[in-house]
């Protein structure tokens, strides 16, 4: 086996690991958004709601833990829209509190039937034709950039710090890319194969910042599916209008089983 096909297959085995986390997206068992009174959900513990600022919720006598300490009067909750969630421990499970325009709140539980049922994630086979090498156009200031979301109705703001240019056939292609959640960048995009042996709405593919010079690499066989694409209860972004490119790469990860 070359070294391409062996790390991209560690690479791979370890995205498998990830998904099957007991408190990952595949535990994932509701979402339910925030009214402006307060009042139950479901079994869950406690009054939970909403104002224009942040989210609240009053345990009611419950045991609730946030942050490693007990919730024992009304916690408020003031998030970045767009940005990550907290999470809030009730017995066996994590309530997760995001915001996405308003606050909404889902369920993470371990015992989830999409975790049971999970047998791995279809994938092309890797293929050093689909790594190209690119160009990184840092903008003097990032730009906030308006995105949809899977969920109709729903938006997203992201910071926009530059370009990535690729060719292919003879094409220039350019796709504006996002901060990478864990460093670098991340690019959302769709193509020809979208909807037909990929998902539909969005694939997603990490770009290492350059340490010197323009010079990226893109790894298209990396490409990964969002959480939207194994779950319902997801708000996935969609990628910018630009970012939908006009031929099939037939690499990375297909749709889910």
């Excluded at 690991?17 to 079994?43: F, N, Q």
């Amino acid at each position: 086996m070359s070294n391409f096909v062996s790390e991209w297959q560690e690479w791979h085995d370890t995205r498998v690991k990830d998904l099957v986390d007991p408190y990952g997206w595949l535990a994932l068992v509701s979402l339910d958004w925030l009214d402006d009174k307060p009042r139950t959900y479901g079994e869950l513990p406690g009054l939970w709601w909403q104002d224009e600022e942040a989210a609240y919720v009053d345990p009611q006598g419950a045991d609730l833990v946030h942050e490693g300490e007990p919730v024992t009067g009304v916690q408020r909750f003031e998030l970045v829209n767009s940005g990550p969630g907290t999470r809030v421990v009730a017995g066996d499970v994590e309530i997760e509190v995001a915001r996405r325009s308003g606050y909404l709140i889902r369920v993470h539980d371990p015992k989830a039937k999409a975790l049971a049922d999970f047998h791995g994630v279809p994938a092309y086979e890797p293929k050093p034709e689909w790594v190209f090498k690119g160009r990184y156009e840092a903008y003097d200031e990032p730009r906030p950039t308006t995105v949809g979301a899977v969920v109709e109705g729903l938006s997203h703001v992201y910071q926009v710090p530059g370009v990535v240019r690729f060719e292919h056939d003879g094409a220039e292609h350019t796709l504006a890319a996002f901060n990478g959640k864990q460093g670098g960048l991340s690019i959302l995009f769709t193509d020809a194969t979208s909807g037909v042996t990929t998902y539909a709405a969005v694939r997603s593919v990490a770009v290492a910042l350059p340490e010197r010079g323009d010079d990226v690499v893109i790894d298209f066989t990396r490409a990964t599916n969002l959480p939207c694409a194994f779950t319902e209860f997801a708000t996935c972004p969609i990628p910018p209008a630009g970012n939908r490119l006009p031929f099939a790469i037939e690499a990375g990860e297909k749709t889910p089983y």
